[in-house]
């Protein structure tokens, strides 16, 4: 491939030597490149070669595609660091869930236990309350039983030592 790209050039050479061109015109030619610039080409010499816009397109699309790979790889890597975060914050919440609804339990209990030691000691209380009034009235009784009253207990003035049972039931002598 290489000889055949050297014969035809020493084939345009010899073509342009025929049509009168001298070899230093067919070397400045040979040094001339050519560039496209606003949508044409041009030809222009090798040192002008910076000039070619299409390199410049191709470069800025080769810089392009470098910096969207270089934006596709750090989208992919906040991807990973919020997934990452996100399963983190989620076990995070599950782990509070299950201790809140663990401390409602236990409070829950905490609750019916105080409700039942109120209700107790209020059943106390009352048990109390209700035994000291009947103490009371038992020792009365006896007291009672020594000494009569002379105080009158119903409207009609007859106190309890009055009372007999014969008087009661009339049983025919009296």
Same mark, same amino acid.
């Given at each position: 491939m290489v000889e055949f790209n050297q014969n035809?050039?020493? !084939?345009?050479? #010899? $073509?342009? &030597?025929?049509? =009168? &061109?001298? /070899?230093? *015109?067919?070397? *400045?030619?040979? $040094?001339?490149? %050519?560039?496209?610039r606003n949508g044409s !080409?041009?030809? %222009?010499? =090798?040192? !002008?070669?910076?000039l070619d816009q299409s390199r410049e397109e191709t470069n800025s699309t080769i810089e392009t595609a470098t910096q969207n790979s270089n934006l596709a790889i750090r989208l992919s890597e #906040? +991807? !990973?660091?919020? /997934?990452?975060?996100? +399963?983190? @914050? $989620?076990?995070?919440?599950?782990?509070?869930?299950?201790?809140? @609804? @663990?401390?409602?339990? +236990? &409070?829950k209990e905490l609750h019916n236990a105080i409700a039942t030691i109120k209700s107790n000691q209020q059943a106390q209380q009352r048990v109390v309350t209700n035994s000291s009034p009947q103490e009371e009235i038992q020792p009365q009784a006896t007291t009672q039983q020594k000494a009569p009253e002379n105080k009158s207990i119903d409207r009609n003035g007859i106190s309890p030592v009055d009372v007999k049972v014969e008087s009661i039931f009339y049983c025919g002598e009296r």
């Amino acid at each position: 491939m290489v000889e055949f790209n050297q014969n035809t050039n020493f !084939q345009i050479e #010899q $073509d342009l &030597l025929n049509c =009168g &061109l001298t /070899a230093e *015109s067919i070397n *400045s030619i040979r $040094d001339t490149t %050519v560039i496209t610039r606003n949508g044409s !080409q041009h030809v %222009v010499p =090798g040192t !002008q070669n910076y000039l070619d816009q299409s390199r410049e397109e191709t470069n800025s699309t080769i810089e392009t595609a470098t910096q969207n790979s270089n934006l596709a790889i750090r989208l992919s890597e #906040q +991807q !990973q660091m919020f /997934a990452r975060h996100k +399963q983190y @914050s $989620d076990n995070r919440i599950t782990t509070l869930e299950r201790n809140l @609804s @663990s401390t409602m339990e +236990q &409070l829950k209990e905490l609750h019916n236990a105080i409700a039942t030691i109120k209700s107790n000691q209020q059943a106390q209380q009352r048990v109390v309350t209700n035994s000291s009034p009947q103490e009371e009235i038992q020792p009365q009784a006896t007291t009672q039983q020594k000494a009569p009253e002379n105080k009158s207990i119903d409207r009609n003035g007859i106190s309890p030592v009055d009372v007999k049972v014969e008087s009661i039931f009339y049983c025919g002598e009296r």
